[in-house]
């Protein structure tokens, strides 16, 4: 099991940008992907976006594609989710997930969430 912790949530106005960071601790750490995911008032949650730790390789939901860009630092163990362009309708708390195995989201381990509020 590891541990999540994510950093970077905030306020901002309509149009701005924040970079989420997700550092992942506990003992020697290794995942197969790493990813993000938001839950809105009332919503469920959803995917975000997502890479492959050893590859680079990701994906995006059709909703962020275009503003939204993730990345991942081995050195640090860490993956970030750069959020330009923000929507009001991007206001969540964003949590960052390892599948560890590739057996799925189902089966990840989650940070604690981190709350973006995106003003008009």
């Known amino acids: 099991q590891v541990q999540l912790v994510e950093s970077g949530g905030g306020s901002v106005q309509a149009g701005g940008s924040l970079r989420l960071s997700c550092a992942a601790s506990?003992?020697?750490?290794?995942?197969?992907?790493m990813g993000w995911f938001r839950q809105a008032p009332g919503k469920e949650r959803e995917f975000v976006a997502a890479?492959?730790?050893?590859?680079?390789?990701?994906a995006y939901a059709d909703s962020v594609k275009g503003r939204f860009t993730i990345s991942r630092d081995k050195t640090k163990n860490t993956v970030y989710l750069q959020m330009n362009s923000l929507k009001p309708e991007d206001t969540a708390i964003y949590y960052c997930?390892?599948?560890?195995?590739?057996?799925?989201?189902?089966?990840?381990?989650w940070g604690q969430g981190t709350q973006v509020t995106v003003s008009s």
């Open positions: 997930a390892a599948d560890l195995t590739g057996g799925g989201w189902g089966s990840a381990d």
């Open positions: 506990g003992r020697t750490f290794s995942s197969y992907a």
């Open positions: 890479i492959r730790w050893s590859g680079g390789t990701f």
